[in-house]
């Protein structure tokens, strides 16, 4: 499953020349899938927020958010295609939208789009001092990509492989302490499973052994899973860490390169359950191995780790160590939406026969894309997912 959501700069206003509320559905495309009018459209076009330049206050500006498409198994070879058959009506689209200077929306892509409700009336607002992202240098065309993705949980550490290069670490990119966490959380991982399920040495003849592939594919699991909740405790307690000390507050959503979607306990009940016990057994050397060796070695500076540390968004507080004690021990279910604000989560699912983790890349490659950046980030995730795949259903 992959699907994307692309802002833009562009400035919009309703009928009464006011800021419109963020996510506010505005219109959807009439292409539908499947054809002939049925099921979701592929995309919808909603509102976000954006602060104008030199502490001018906040304006409402445009985002599309596509629906999710199969690209493993069968829908490998549908569904690269349609992903990309999309990004080409959104940017028909958001064509029209910079051509329209002062019009309203429901007039400016008639063809493409049905104007819902709250669009009703709404207009564009290009003169009101913002900041255009697009054609400026290293922008691209502005676009402001998420990309949503569902990967095998057997083969989340193979996605993660292909996941950290496209995500380099050096000076001048965007968001590099999460960068930074992202390759920290490989050799985290790596460490952690040596304890419980070693680097496979046998010879290729003795591979075949049912119980040396079942160690195999135990410890591919553990990496990957390991990986995934190493990026969302780290995040927590350098969000935590940075609010403690003073610091100008990043937003925690941007502490880490991939943010699960799933609660980690959803995620940890459908591991292999030898690889729930060892993590059960083992919750508090691990939290240790994590908070103590791994947290402290940041990327400029030493973060601590507050295990008492709060975030309090919906009725139920939420402790740095409780959420970590969950992420290991699977035994309280901790929605993602509490600790990191404002998502849609989504379960684990079984497409293809495989179990599917969904989460959110945050960033890769450049903050601002090309159209063409886009379309070689769609072609490569399909890719990595779909050898993700393979590899956890070999």
Known sequence: MIGYEIEVSLPIIDAAGKEIPGDTKLAESTTRQPAGGAGKPLFRVVSDSRSLPGGGGKYSNLEFVTKPWSVVGDGHTSGPAALLDTLQQIRTVRDAFYRAGSGTLNGSADALLTTLPAGNGARFSPKNGYHEHAGTPGNGDGLFVHYSVGVPLSGMATFFDRLRPAAPLREGVYLPDARH???QAHIFAEKAAELFVPRDTANPAERKDPALS????????????????FMQVTAFADHADEVENGEADSGIKNRTVVLSRAPLAEVHRHLDPMVQTYLLNNHEELTDLLAEKYHDEGRENRRKFYDTAVRDIDTDPIVLLDYTTAAFTGNRIIPQQSVFGGM??????????AVMVPFEIRTFGKAMKSWAEMETDLKDL???VQSSYELGMA
Do not use: F, K
């Open 214 to 229: 079942a160690q195999a594919r135990r410890r591919r699991e553990v990496i990957g899973y390991l990986q995934l909740l």
């Open 382 to 384: 399909c890719d990595w």
């Open 181 to 183: 966490r992202l390759h």
């Open 344 to 353: 849609r989560q989504i379960s684990p699912h079984v497409e293809e026969e």
